[in-house]
């Protein structure tokens, strides 16, 4: 066990590590946030009484655009040259490799998440009413979208089309997550009246569900 | 009959096949039969003004619909009970039938959606209704699976392509349940629970073409997976085969002059 | 009878593909199995042969 | 220590191996030679279980390689250098080197120094610590890569043409470290085209043709 998460924090710490030197997600994936949600703004006629009410989709569906890259980054790290085959022959087990992996999608996420939720109180005017929802949700989405992500990475990994078939293949899965943590923003940000909480629990049991498998999963994957 | 070299005419058909074939042929007349003859149109009167209610003929698309909704499911679990199986055990069956049952599962969710649709249009009067959980549920449904058979058209490795075609199906098939729940609680407001079968006054006979449905459109969907079983079956003899041809023909190739130019050393 | 139109479309469009798809399996079919020899080949019947 | 029955090994659907026999006792130094696209490292590649054989026997250290887990316990145990360095580009020379280390289960405290020791041992300079490794040279990576091997000090070395895109000095370490794994009690399987090179090695040549071994003077 002390084995397997030390495991998991050497293979986290080292893509975020690259991450601190290239900057690719800070640097190109942020923009590209904030960009989503300037078009969202100008297809819904920056009408801001309108954007304020679509705030949390708005800002789901845009997490959910920024989280594809941020996979897509995350295999590329290893694939650019052979590292994959480093990895597999170390001696680093495939669930561990899968949590380290994982986890620096998510902290890469959160600061994404933090950003765009700058953005959607400067550019659409939402209020948080419920800070601590409003956490727990962005947190519980994360663990969520990242542990997927990396599953349906390591998936479509070596492929010559693992670009395109990516999206398609990952964001049906997540549907749940994206109808989930909207509906607890809604209440979180005050825009209907529904149990934030609630919806909470449905995330809370794709996390966990999200985790356990992709780790199992991974598993077989990498023996092959 | 000869053994010796496969003749033009062969196909995947058995006498079993055939046999099934044209019983399933019958069936679907029969079943056109009832669904446009003898079986009422849905018409009830309104309780308090007396109008006439109801989804009057369109209620015979019903006879479709409903079956390949059901059998669709049967499709797609059956589809993923063999990818668990080719994970425990490895075997090309397994994955061959998952794959069978992926494609044409995904061939009938297809068209519940594309009749669920035309039916939609005058009983609900909108093509496509948000928020109704069953409709959801089979589109993102279709979603999964169209990058099911996409990932295992891009994939070469048979045996990658069966690994990771089986998590797939696997998650396809748990995330159910999950979009299901989140659907549901998303917007109360199913028209399908109100509207469908329970409201209908089930006469004997419009029971009795439901069931002739169940059991006709059963025997579609067995005879395809047959075929296409059989089918993804002769694609692995027939890759086999090639390998098999491409390993002695490598072995034939070998040229000692050549190897001995390639590696710099005379004889 | 009422949304003839309809139920033709519906009827038509689910009876339709469903041929299309048994026709293009049953092709893949016959152009695997004149490919693979008949030592590999199971189920397979020639039209001479069985029925 | 390594033997090989008739294996058989696909890429994709083309058979790279057709059918080889093979057989290294421990402590061997062996040659792979042959014509581009002989299967050479497609060979290597499954002795490091990262194949699975298609059918045969292929046996590695003791681990029946025709099973997903003795695959993957070999794979912890052999070192291979492949084509690809398998370096991280945005990563210091050090900090790659003491990754593969620790990946490699190597506690972090004597693994500094022996990253040191291995760098200086490949004329690794001292002042290309600190660099990432974008900006080293093809032979500074392949360095790289090989003291990332050295440290984790493996019971079997595959090593895939590892004097390619080297200078003469950076052959003579190559050769040096191949004669200090030998010393070691290590066995070695190296294939290249430098065959002057590796015969002062090793007197054992294969021949590898059309996916099957064609000559081996070692049997």
Redesign the interface.
Known sequence: MRRFLADARLVAAKDLRIEARSRVVLNQVAPFALLVLVLFGFALDADQRTLRAFAPGLFWVAVLLCALLAVQRSVSVEQADGALTGLRLSGISPAALFIGKAAAVFVQLVVLEVLLTAGIIVLYGSEIEQPLLVVATGLLAAVAVACTGT?YGA??S????RET?LP??L???L??VL??AT?AFDDALGNAAVDGW??LG?LA??AV?ATA?GAL?HG??VE? | ?T?????????????GS?VLGVATLLG?ATL?LF??GPTE?DIRLHPTTGEEIGQ???V??LY??VP?AVLMYVAFVLCAVASAGY?IRRTPWFDTMAHAAAE?GT?FC??VL??GS??G??VWNTWWEWGDVRLMTTL?LF??F???L??RR???????AA??GA??AL??V??LP??N???E??ENRTLHQKSTLEELKIQDLTLFTLMLGFLVFGL?LT??LL??F??G???R???????AS??AE??A??DEG??DA???EGT | ????G??I???G???G??SL??VA??R???D???????????????????? | MVELNAA?A?L????AL??VDLRIEAGETVLL????G?GKTTLLRLCAGLL?P?SGNVSVLGHDLTTGSERRAVRRRVGLLGHSTGLYEDLTVAENVRFWARAAGLDAEPSVERVVGAIQRLGLDDGLLDLPVHRLSAGQRRRTSLAALVVRRPDLWLLDEPHAGLDQAGRNVVDTLIGDAVAAGGTVVVSS?E?ERVRSLSPRVV?L????V?RDTGS
Do not use: C, K
């Open positions: 599953l998936l479509a070596g492929l010559g089309v078939l398609i293949l964001l049906p899965v549907a749940p109808i989930g509906r609630a919806w449905l049991v794709f569900v498998g999963a077989a994957l092959e | 009959m053994q010796a070299i496969a003749s033009p005419d062969v196909s995947t058909g058995s006498r055939r679907l056109l669904a446009f149109p009057f003929d369109a015979r698309l479709l619909h390949l994970l044409v061939v297809g068209l594309v009749t035309i039916w249009r005058p993102v979603l999964m169209t990058g099911y996409a990932l891009a994939t070469v490795d048979p045996r990658t690994l990771r998590i797939v998650v396809a748990l995330d999950l979009v729940r989140s659907v609680w998303w579609v005879w395809l075929h296409r059989r089918v079956w002769l694609e003899e027939d890759a086999e085969h090639g390998i491409a390993i490598r072995r190739a070998i050549d190897v390639a590696v710099g | 009878m009422t949304h003839l309809y139920l479309a519906g009827w469009i689910a009876l593909t469903l798809f048994a399996t049953v893949r079919g016959r695997l199995a004149r490919r693979v020899p008949a030592d590999r080949s199971r189920w397979l019947t020639s039209s001479d042969g069985g029925g | 058989v696909l994709g659907r083309f058979p057709t059918g030679q042959g014509p581009n002989a699975a298609e085209h065959l021949t043709a059309g996916g099957a064609h």
